[in-house]
């Protein structure tokens, strides 16, 4: 019997963290006009109460963690690999700070196993599984898949509107679908 494990560091955390979890999520190669929003709203979401979740992803999910951070809240984040190391290696101080400041990390892979696109796929279902809603900053059609998975598991997909570019067409596509 095979049998799915979730890989945790600051496990006695996760109850708290995930009863008013929102995920903010969007582009790894984010533009600055979705940054800066993702700064705006993910503090006072931090500041309400509810756990920014996102992945360590370089762009919209990392600032979302420092931004909620800077706010003096905890953040959960949901990793497309093993524990064990950060991807990218830049956010490796992230990846620790974030369980010693009463936040959790957690994965579907036991340490040593990289990210592949069947791993993004399995997280991105993880993230979906563990929040109350997703806001989406700015992201492109690769993201939309995950959104799908989140509106079929009736979490409340908010999209932020599009910044002008291609980098937004996950936005797009949603906000035209509604």
């Known amino acids: 019997m095979n049998r799915a494990r979730l890989w945790v560091r600051g496990h006695e955390q996760l109850p708290r963290l995930t009863a008013r979890a929102v995920a903010v999520t ?9 940054l800066r929003p ?19 992803a370089y762009g919209v999910d990392a600032t979302a963690h420092r931004a909620a951070a800077r706010a003096g809240r ?37 340490p040593g196993t990289p990210a592949s696109g069947a791993t993004l796929r399995a997280s991105a279902l993880l993230l979906a599984a563990l929040v109350r809603a997703v806001v989406l900053a700015e992201a492109l059609d690769h993201v939309e898949a995950a959104m799908h998975t989140a509106a079929d598991l009736h979490r409340p997909v908010l999209a932020l509107p599009p910044t002008s570019g291609l980098r937004a067409d996950g936005n797009v596509r949603l906000l035209a679908e509604q």
């Open 38 to 56: 993702t700064q705006a709203f993910a503090a006072p979401v931090a500041e309400a109460g509810h756990t920014v979740t996102a992945t360590l």
């Open 74 to 110: 905890a953040t959960l984040a949901v990793l497309p690999h093993g524990l064990d190391r950060a991807h990218s290696h830049d956010h490796a101080q992230l990846l620790t700070s974030i369980p010693a400041s009463g936040g959790a990390v957690i994965s579907l892979f036991r």
């Open 26 to 34: 969007g582009n790894r190669n984010a533009t600055a006009q979705a």
